[in-house]
């Protein structure tokens, strides 16, 4: 089947945020922490197959390496199915912009989200990424698998927690969000499995490589720098970067794609509630 054309993307990222308000909280809440973990996942094997890459001998290498990698996360986001808030930030928003829902939902299903992407990852930070001893802590051994891994989240976390201003990482979370929700968008367009993943690839690995600021994967680098015991980082760094990344991502998608995207194909047709339906 042939790809969708914009004004059917809009019609159809209407239907889907409609759709996403329609849930019953407890599977929200399921499906959010999923996502969470998932995104989590992403950032695990991202920093896995970084690590131990010497930017004196690689150069930039690396960051492409992680943000390739880290496609994984809103693959399995999308494709398995599961709700991450910064593509809700896309999807709900543009649906009350036509009609669909009000924004009473749109505020009960951030909320929902929110609460749930941060339990997954969080989760797979400790348990999974911490406890497994892929990232291994101060005390591991130098050049072994965990050790590297630990070295790399070192740098990741303390760029995202210690070393970015509070201007930069707002900034930062606006165009790690305008590319999420793009390719969001662009795997809307696709209804096989392989036209989305191709879709996410190119946005998604743009954003980290160019070391943006996305919340959810900083729901899993900043806890787990924490409880890998990095040195400096504390829980209020973490915070300050997720209160700044969270409202940078809602600007990026809102702002950026959501109502650009209602302004351009759906804000003069007579009917979004019949086109979208």
Request: neutral net charge; charged residues 10%; aromatic residues 12%.
């Amino acid at each position: 089947m042939a790809a969708k054309e914009p004004p059917e993307i809009a019609r159809a990222a209407v239907a889907a945020g409609a759709k996403k308000t329609q849930l019953r909280w407890d599977k929200t809440l399921v499906g959010s922490f999923l996502a969470g973990a998932y995104i989590a996942f992403g950032g695990l094997v991202a920093i896995t197959v970084s690590a131990g890459l010497d930017p004196e001998i690689w150069g930039s290498l690396p960051t492409l390496f992680t943000g390739a990698a880290f496609t994984l996360g809103l693959v399995l986001v999308l494709i398995a199915g599961s709700h991450l808030l910064t593509g809700n930030m896309l999807l709900v928003p543009i649906s009350a912009m036509g009609g669909r829902i009000s924004w009473g939902d749109v505020l009960r299903n951030f909320l929902l989200v929110l609460i749930g992407n941060l339990a997954g990852a969080v989760f797979v930070a400790f348990f999974f990424a911490v406890q497994t001893g892929v990232v291994g802590d101060v005390g591991s051994e130098a050049g072994t698998p965990g050790a590297l891994a630990y070295e790399r989240l070192a740098v990741i976390a303390e760029a995202k927690g210690l070393h970015e201003s509070n201007w930069q990482i707002f900034l930062r979370a606006v165009g790690c969000n305008w590319l999420v929700c793009l390719a969001v968008w662009i795997a809307l367009a696709s209804d096989a499995v392989s036209g989305k993943i191709l879709g996410i690839f190119f946005p998604i690995m743009a954003f980290v490589a160019m070391g943006f600021d996305h919340l959810i994967a900083n729901m899993f680098f900043l806890p787990a720098a924490i409880f890998a015991g990095v040195p400096g980082i504390g829980w209020d760094d973490t915070l300050r970067n997720w209160v700044l990344a969270f409202a940078g991502n809602l600007v990026g998608a809102v702002v950026f794609v959501a109502t650009t995207y209602w302004y351009l194909y759906l804000r003069d047709e007579r009917s979004v509630v019949e086109r979208a339906g």
